[in-house]
């Protein structure tokens, strides 16, 4: 059952890296900067971020989209930080994005500090990361998790809304490397 489960994410994980790649290059034809500029963010220092300013550093990007009520989000971040640590001096890295926006800052603070998340993370109002990941997807966001993925070169190569086994990315990174 669990090798069907992860067949399936692998099947929907990769139709919708082509649908996603299909969404962003149409949605940035013509733009000088990419969609996902036009939506700053903040760090937990209170810096203003873009998803931009991680993307393109010559590895790829796993954006893990969380929220600090979400059940899978707490499941999921272990091994999203696993993965971090396994790829950051290599070939790609994980930036999370809560959607708790300011009236729950202080709830994906303890999410951060309970799960001693070891990858870089910004907040936004749940809004405006909605408004992104439409922006960039062409979808909806339905809930969390979801996860967007980026090429080397920044590019948007996958989406997926729900829980995405780490080993379904490794294998999608996999593949476009060699």
């Known amino acids: 059952m669990k090798n069907c489960r992860i067949a399936v994410?692998?099947?929907?994980?990769v139709m919708s890296a082509s649908v996603g790649a299909d969404t962003q290059s149409g949605a940035a034809a013509g733009a000088t900067a990419s969609p996902a500029a036009f939506y700053p963010l903040e760090d937990f220092a209170g810096q203003t971020r873009t998803v931009d300013e991680f993307a393109g550093q010559g590895r790829w990007l796993v954006v893990m989209i969380w929220a600090?009520?979400?059940?899978?989000?707490?499941?999921?971040?272990?091994?999203?930080?696993?993965?971090?640590?396994?790829?950051?001096d290599k070939d790609a890295s994980v930036l999370g994005l809560?959607?708790?926006?300011?009236?729950?800052?202080?709830?994906?603070?303890a999410f951060i500090d309970?799960?001693?998340?070891?990858?870089?993370?910004?907040i936004g109002e749940p809004q405006t990361v909605m408004?992104?990941?439409?922006?960039?997807?062409?979808?909806?966001?339905a809930g969390t998790p979801a996860f967007l993925?980026?090429?080397?070169?920044?590019?948007?190569a996958a989406k997926q809304v729900g829980a995405v086994p780490v080993k379904v990315?490794?294998?999608?990174?996999?593949?476009?490397?060699?």
């Open 131 to 141: 408004s992104l990941y439409r922006h960039l997807t062409g979808e909806s966001l």
């Open 169 to 178: 990315i490794e294998d999608f990174i996999g593949s476009k490397q060699g």
């Open 9 to 13: 994410w692998v099947i929907a994980f």
């Open 149 to 156: 993925v980026y090429d080397p070169k920044g590019e948007l």
């Open 114 to 122: 309970r799960h001693l998340v070891n990858f870089p993370s910004l």
């Open 68 to 88: 600090s009520d979400c059940h899978i989000c707490n499941e999921e971040v272990p091994e999203y930080m696993a993965f971090h640590d396994a790829h950051n």
């Open 98 to 109: 809560s959607m708790d926006g300011d009236t729950r800052h202080k709830e994906a603070e």
